[in-house]
């Protein structure tokens, strides 16, 4: 019989997981998986069971939130990196926004991405790869970063979304630009930047739609890059904020492009804290964001024909 292990955090979004464990254990089981079910305690655990234990499972599904994926990331990636057996993974999204989740087409009700992940169509994925720290979807500075760790659980549950705009915005109107040098690999430019964004996805804090116009591919080895210069005045601010809420990427104020490989460097002694899939990435003082091509595989719907 084919082995299962999932994971799952029980503290992400409303903690609804708990009401539906017996049913998500009876849809792998009627799969013809043996199912292992562990809780994660404290961060770093779905990562660590990863390493540990993934090469002795057909399958491994992890519920939570981006964060949670995040972890399961790194896992795989360390037991690939040791040269064990990585199988493919599910993804049952029960946070707060469930950013990629989105991206992939994997539904947020828990029974019916309990069904993608024990049959659902195999898809090698990219990721990125910050200071050599793997990521899932995003790693962003500056304005609205903050918000996905630093505003209260029940307040991101009540509002979902609208937390990140609301609290996004109080941000903006205070935020100071940092100057910043870029480098890809086919130009350099630099400014002051209130906000910047290394992402594989369609969906970054709720704002759905924003890439429409890049044609985002989630195994094409590039990363999509967004940089937001600082207004400098009043007049720039509104306009700015205008842009912001239109999704307008075509926006004086907004740089958008594509790359394999990004590096970011203050010109000043300001150095911005990052978030890496809405978790907080610490405040290195040089930063080189790199896509990891079909970095592993997860469950997405099926595709039509």
Not at 179 to 197: A, K, L
């Amino acid at each position: 019989m084919k082995k299962l292990l999932f994971i799952y955090n029980p503290k992400a979004g409303k903690a609804t997981i708990r009401t539906v464990l017996a049913q998500i254990v009876e849809i792998f089981d009627n799969a013809h998986y043996e199912v292992t079910v562990r809780p994660t305690h404290q961060s770093g655990d779905v990562t660590r069971f990863l390493a540990e234990s993934a090469e002795n499972f057909d399958r491994v599904v992890v519920s939570g939130g981006d964060g949670t994926l995040n972890e399961a990331l790194c896992g795989i990636r360390k037991a690939a990196a040791d040269g064990k057996h990585v199988p493919p993974l599910g993804f049952i999204p029960t946070g707060s926004t469930n950013d990629f989740a989105k991206t992939l087409t994997i539904p947020t009700v828990p029974l019916k991405a309990a069904e993608i992940a024990a049959s659902g169509t195999v898809f090698p994925c990219d990721a990125g790869s910050f200071n050599e720290h793997p990521f899932t979807y995003v790693a962003a500075f500056g304005a609205f970063t903050k918000v996905s760790y630093a505003t209260p659980q029940q307040i991101k549950n009540s509002l979902g979304h609208f937390a990140y705009i609301i609290e996004g915005i109080k941000e903006l109107t205070n935020i100071k630009g940092i100057e910043m040098s870029v480098c890809t690999e086919t130009e350099t430019f630099s400014d002051r930047y209130i906000y910047g964004m290394v992402s594989n996805s369609t969906s970054v804090g709720g704002f759905d739609g924003f890439y429409s116009d890049l044609k985002v591919a989630l195994n094409d080895g590039l990363l999509e890059v967004v940089l937001v210069k600082e207004p400098r005045s009043l007049a720039e601010q509104s306009a700015l904020l205008a842009d912001l809420m239109r999704m307008n990427i075509h926006s004086r104020f907004i740089t958008v492009l594509k790359a394999k490989k990004i590096h970011f460097e203050p010109l000043s002694d300001r150095i911005p804290e990052w978030t890496l899939d809405g978790e907080f990435g610490g405040a290195p003082n040089r930063v080189t964001v790199e896509a990891i091509p079909e970095a592993y595989t997860i469950l997405i719907p099926p595709t039509e024909e």
